[in-house]
């Protein structure tokens, strides 16, 4: 079974409160003289699901674009289950019952549940989310040397709620060590509820854009059928 955990680009999606969402223009239509459609976007590179890079944070990281293509091909899959509440950090004492998954894993996706308030609650889901605490971030980055990604079905690395955000960031993203874990952020996880099967592979694909820190990405999984 194939699927997609990133979610459709939608304006009336949520971004990280005040910052810019994706505007979309149709410019022609298939009418009278014209028959062609065409349509013109402005897309903030962090609304949505994407790819946090390196430079997002680090001053001296990688761009998106400067990564091989086999970065973004995943074979070795740890999916989790960290039931979380607003406001609630993802700490190391989550994830050490799974110890023996991440250490193999090169992508660690991480399912809080988040995903379906998104659609439920959006204010607290936006506002109140969970988020990777800096305690977490240096866990993986310090751990876990095989790990080049972590996803999670919540809006951000950080949250809204506290000022832990770029700590966070800037520990996963390499500011203080040779190894970054890049994340993906604002994951549709809900398949990997839905089929209980073992994720086999994962593609994430980013917009590879000039100069960008970070893109929207496309996020392809193929699961086992149960």
């Not at 680009?9 to 028959?35: Q, R």
């Not at 699901?49 to 390196?54: A, E, L, N, R, S």
């Not at 973004?72 to 740890?78: C, I, Q, S, T």
């Not at 659609?119 to 876990?144: D, H, I, M, N, W």
Request: hydrophobic share 35%; proline share 8%.
């Amino acid at each position: 079974m194939r699927t997609y955990l990133s979610y459709i680009l939608d304006p009336k999606y949520l971004v990280w409160p005040g910052e810019p969402n994706i505007e979309i223009t149709h410019c022609t239509e298939i009418k009278g003289d014209c028959n062609y459609n065409s349509f013109c976007s402005v897309l903030p590179n962090h609304c949505g699901t994407h790819y946090d890079g390196p430079w997002h944070f680090n001053p001296n990281g990688v761009k998106l674009t400067e990564l091989p293509l086999d970065y973004f091909w995943f074979d070795k899959v740890a999916v989790v289950d960290v039931h979380k509440e607003p406001e609630e950090g993802v700490m190391p004492a989550d994830l050490e019952p799974f110890r023996e998954e991440i250490a193999n894993a090169q992508l660690l996706l991480i399912k809080t549940g988040f995903a379906f308030v998104r659609e439920e609650q959006p204010e607290v889901y936006q506002k109140r989310g969970p988020y990777l605490s800096p305690e977490v971030a240096t866990y993986l980055v310090e751990q876990f040397p095989n790990l080049r990604t972590v996803g999670f079905d919540f809006l951000s690395i950080g949250s809204p709620c506290n000022t832990l955000s770029a700590e966070s960031h800037q520990i996963l993203l390499g500011c203080h060590s040779d190894h970054f874990v890049t994340g993906i952020e604002d994951m549709d996880l809900r398949p990997l509820y839905e089929n209980k099967g073992k994720v086999k592979q994962v593609i994430a694909a980013p917009l590879r854009i000039v100069g960008y820190d970070s893109s929207q990405v496309c996020v392809i999984a193929e699961l086992e059928d149960r």
